[in-house]
Nanobody
Framework: QVQLVESGGGSVQAGVSPRLSCVAS????????IGWFRQAPGKEREGVAV???????VYSDSVKGRFDISVDATKNTLYLQMNNLKPEDSGMYYC??????????????????????WGQGTQVTVSS
């Protein structure tokens, strides 16, 4: 059974730089694109950052230059380093695995519909 378990969220002050982690199990890690999505109350779930087997990455415009996605294949773990946090970064952050393996990242953010395995989420609340 494929599982994704996130950690690292919490209540933080604007400007700090926490890191989220997502431990994957139940499949050969890194054969599929894997990424971070977030959802704020009353808003749709949006893609934040995605990385694939070739370490290609894509970021949403709202976090580009501030967030960094990475993986440690030896630990089956995905990370999201969040720098210079802003209150508008608040939301539930989800780790998700793409439905199909070995899909290249060729353009804009991959939609959430293309991901079929989701973690339970970790809340990030940024105060000014």
């Amino acid at each position: 059974q494929v599982q994704l378990v996130e950690s690292g969220g919490g209540s933080v002050q604007a400007g700090v730089s926490p890191r989220l982690s997502c431990v994957a199990s139940g499949y050969t890690f890194y054969t599929h694109s894997i990424g971070w999505f977030r959802q704020a109350p009353g808003k749709e779930r949006e893609g934040v950052a995605v990385i694939n087997w070739g370490r290609q990455t894509v970021y949403s415009d709202s976090v580009k230059g501030r967030f960094d996605i990475s993986v440690d294949a030896t630990k089956n773990t995905l990370y999201l380093q969040m720098n210079n946090l802003k209150p508008e970064d608040s939301g539930m952050y989800y780790c998700a695995r793409a439905r199909k393996p070995r899909v290249p990242i060729e353009g804009p953010m991959i939609p959430a519909l293309d991901f079929d395995v989701w973690g339970q989420g970790t809340q990030v609340t940024v105060s000014s």
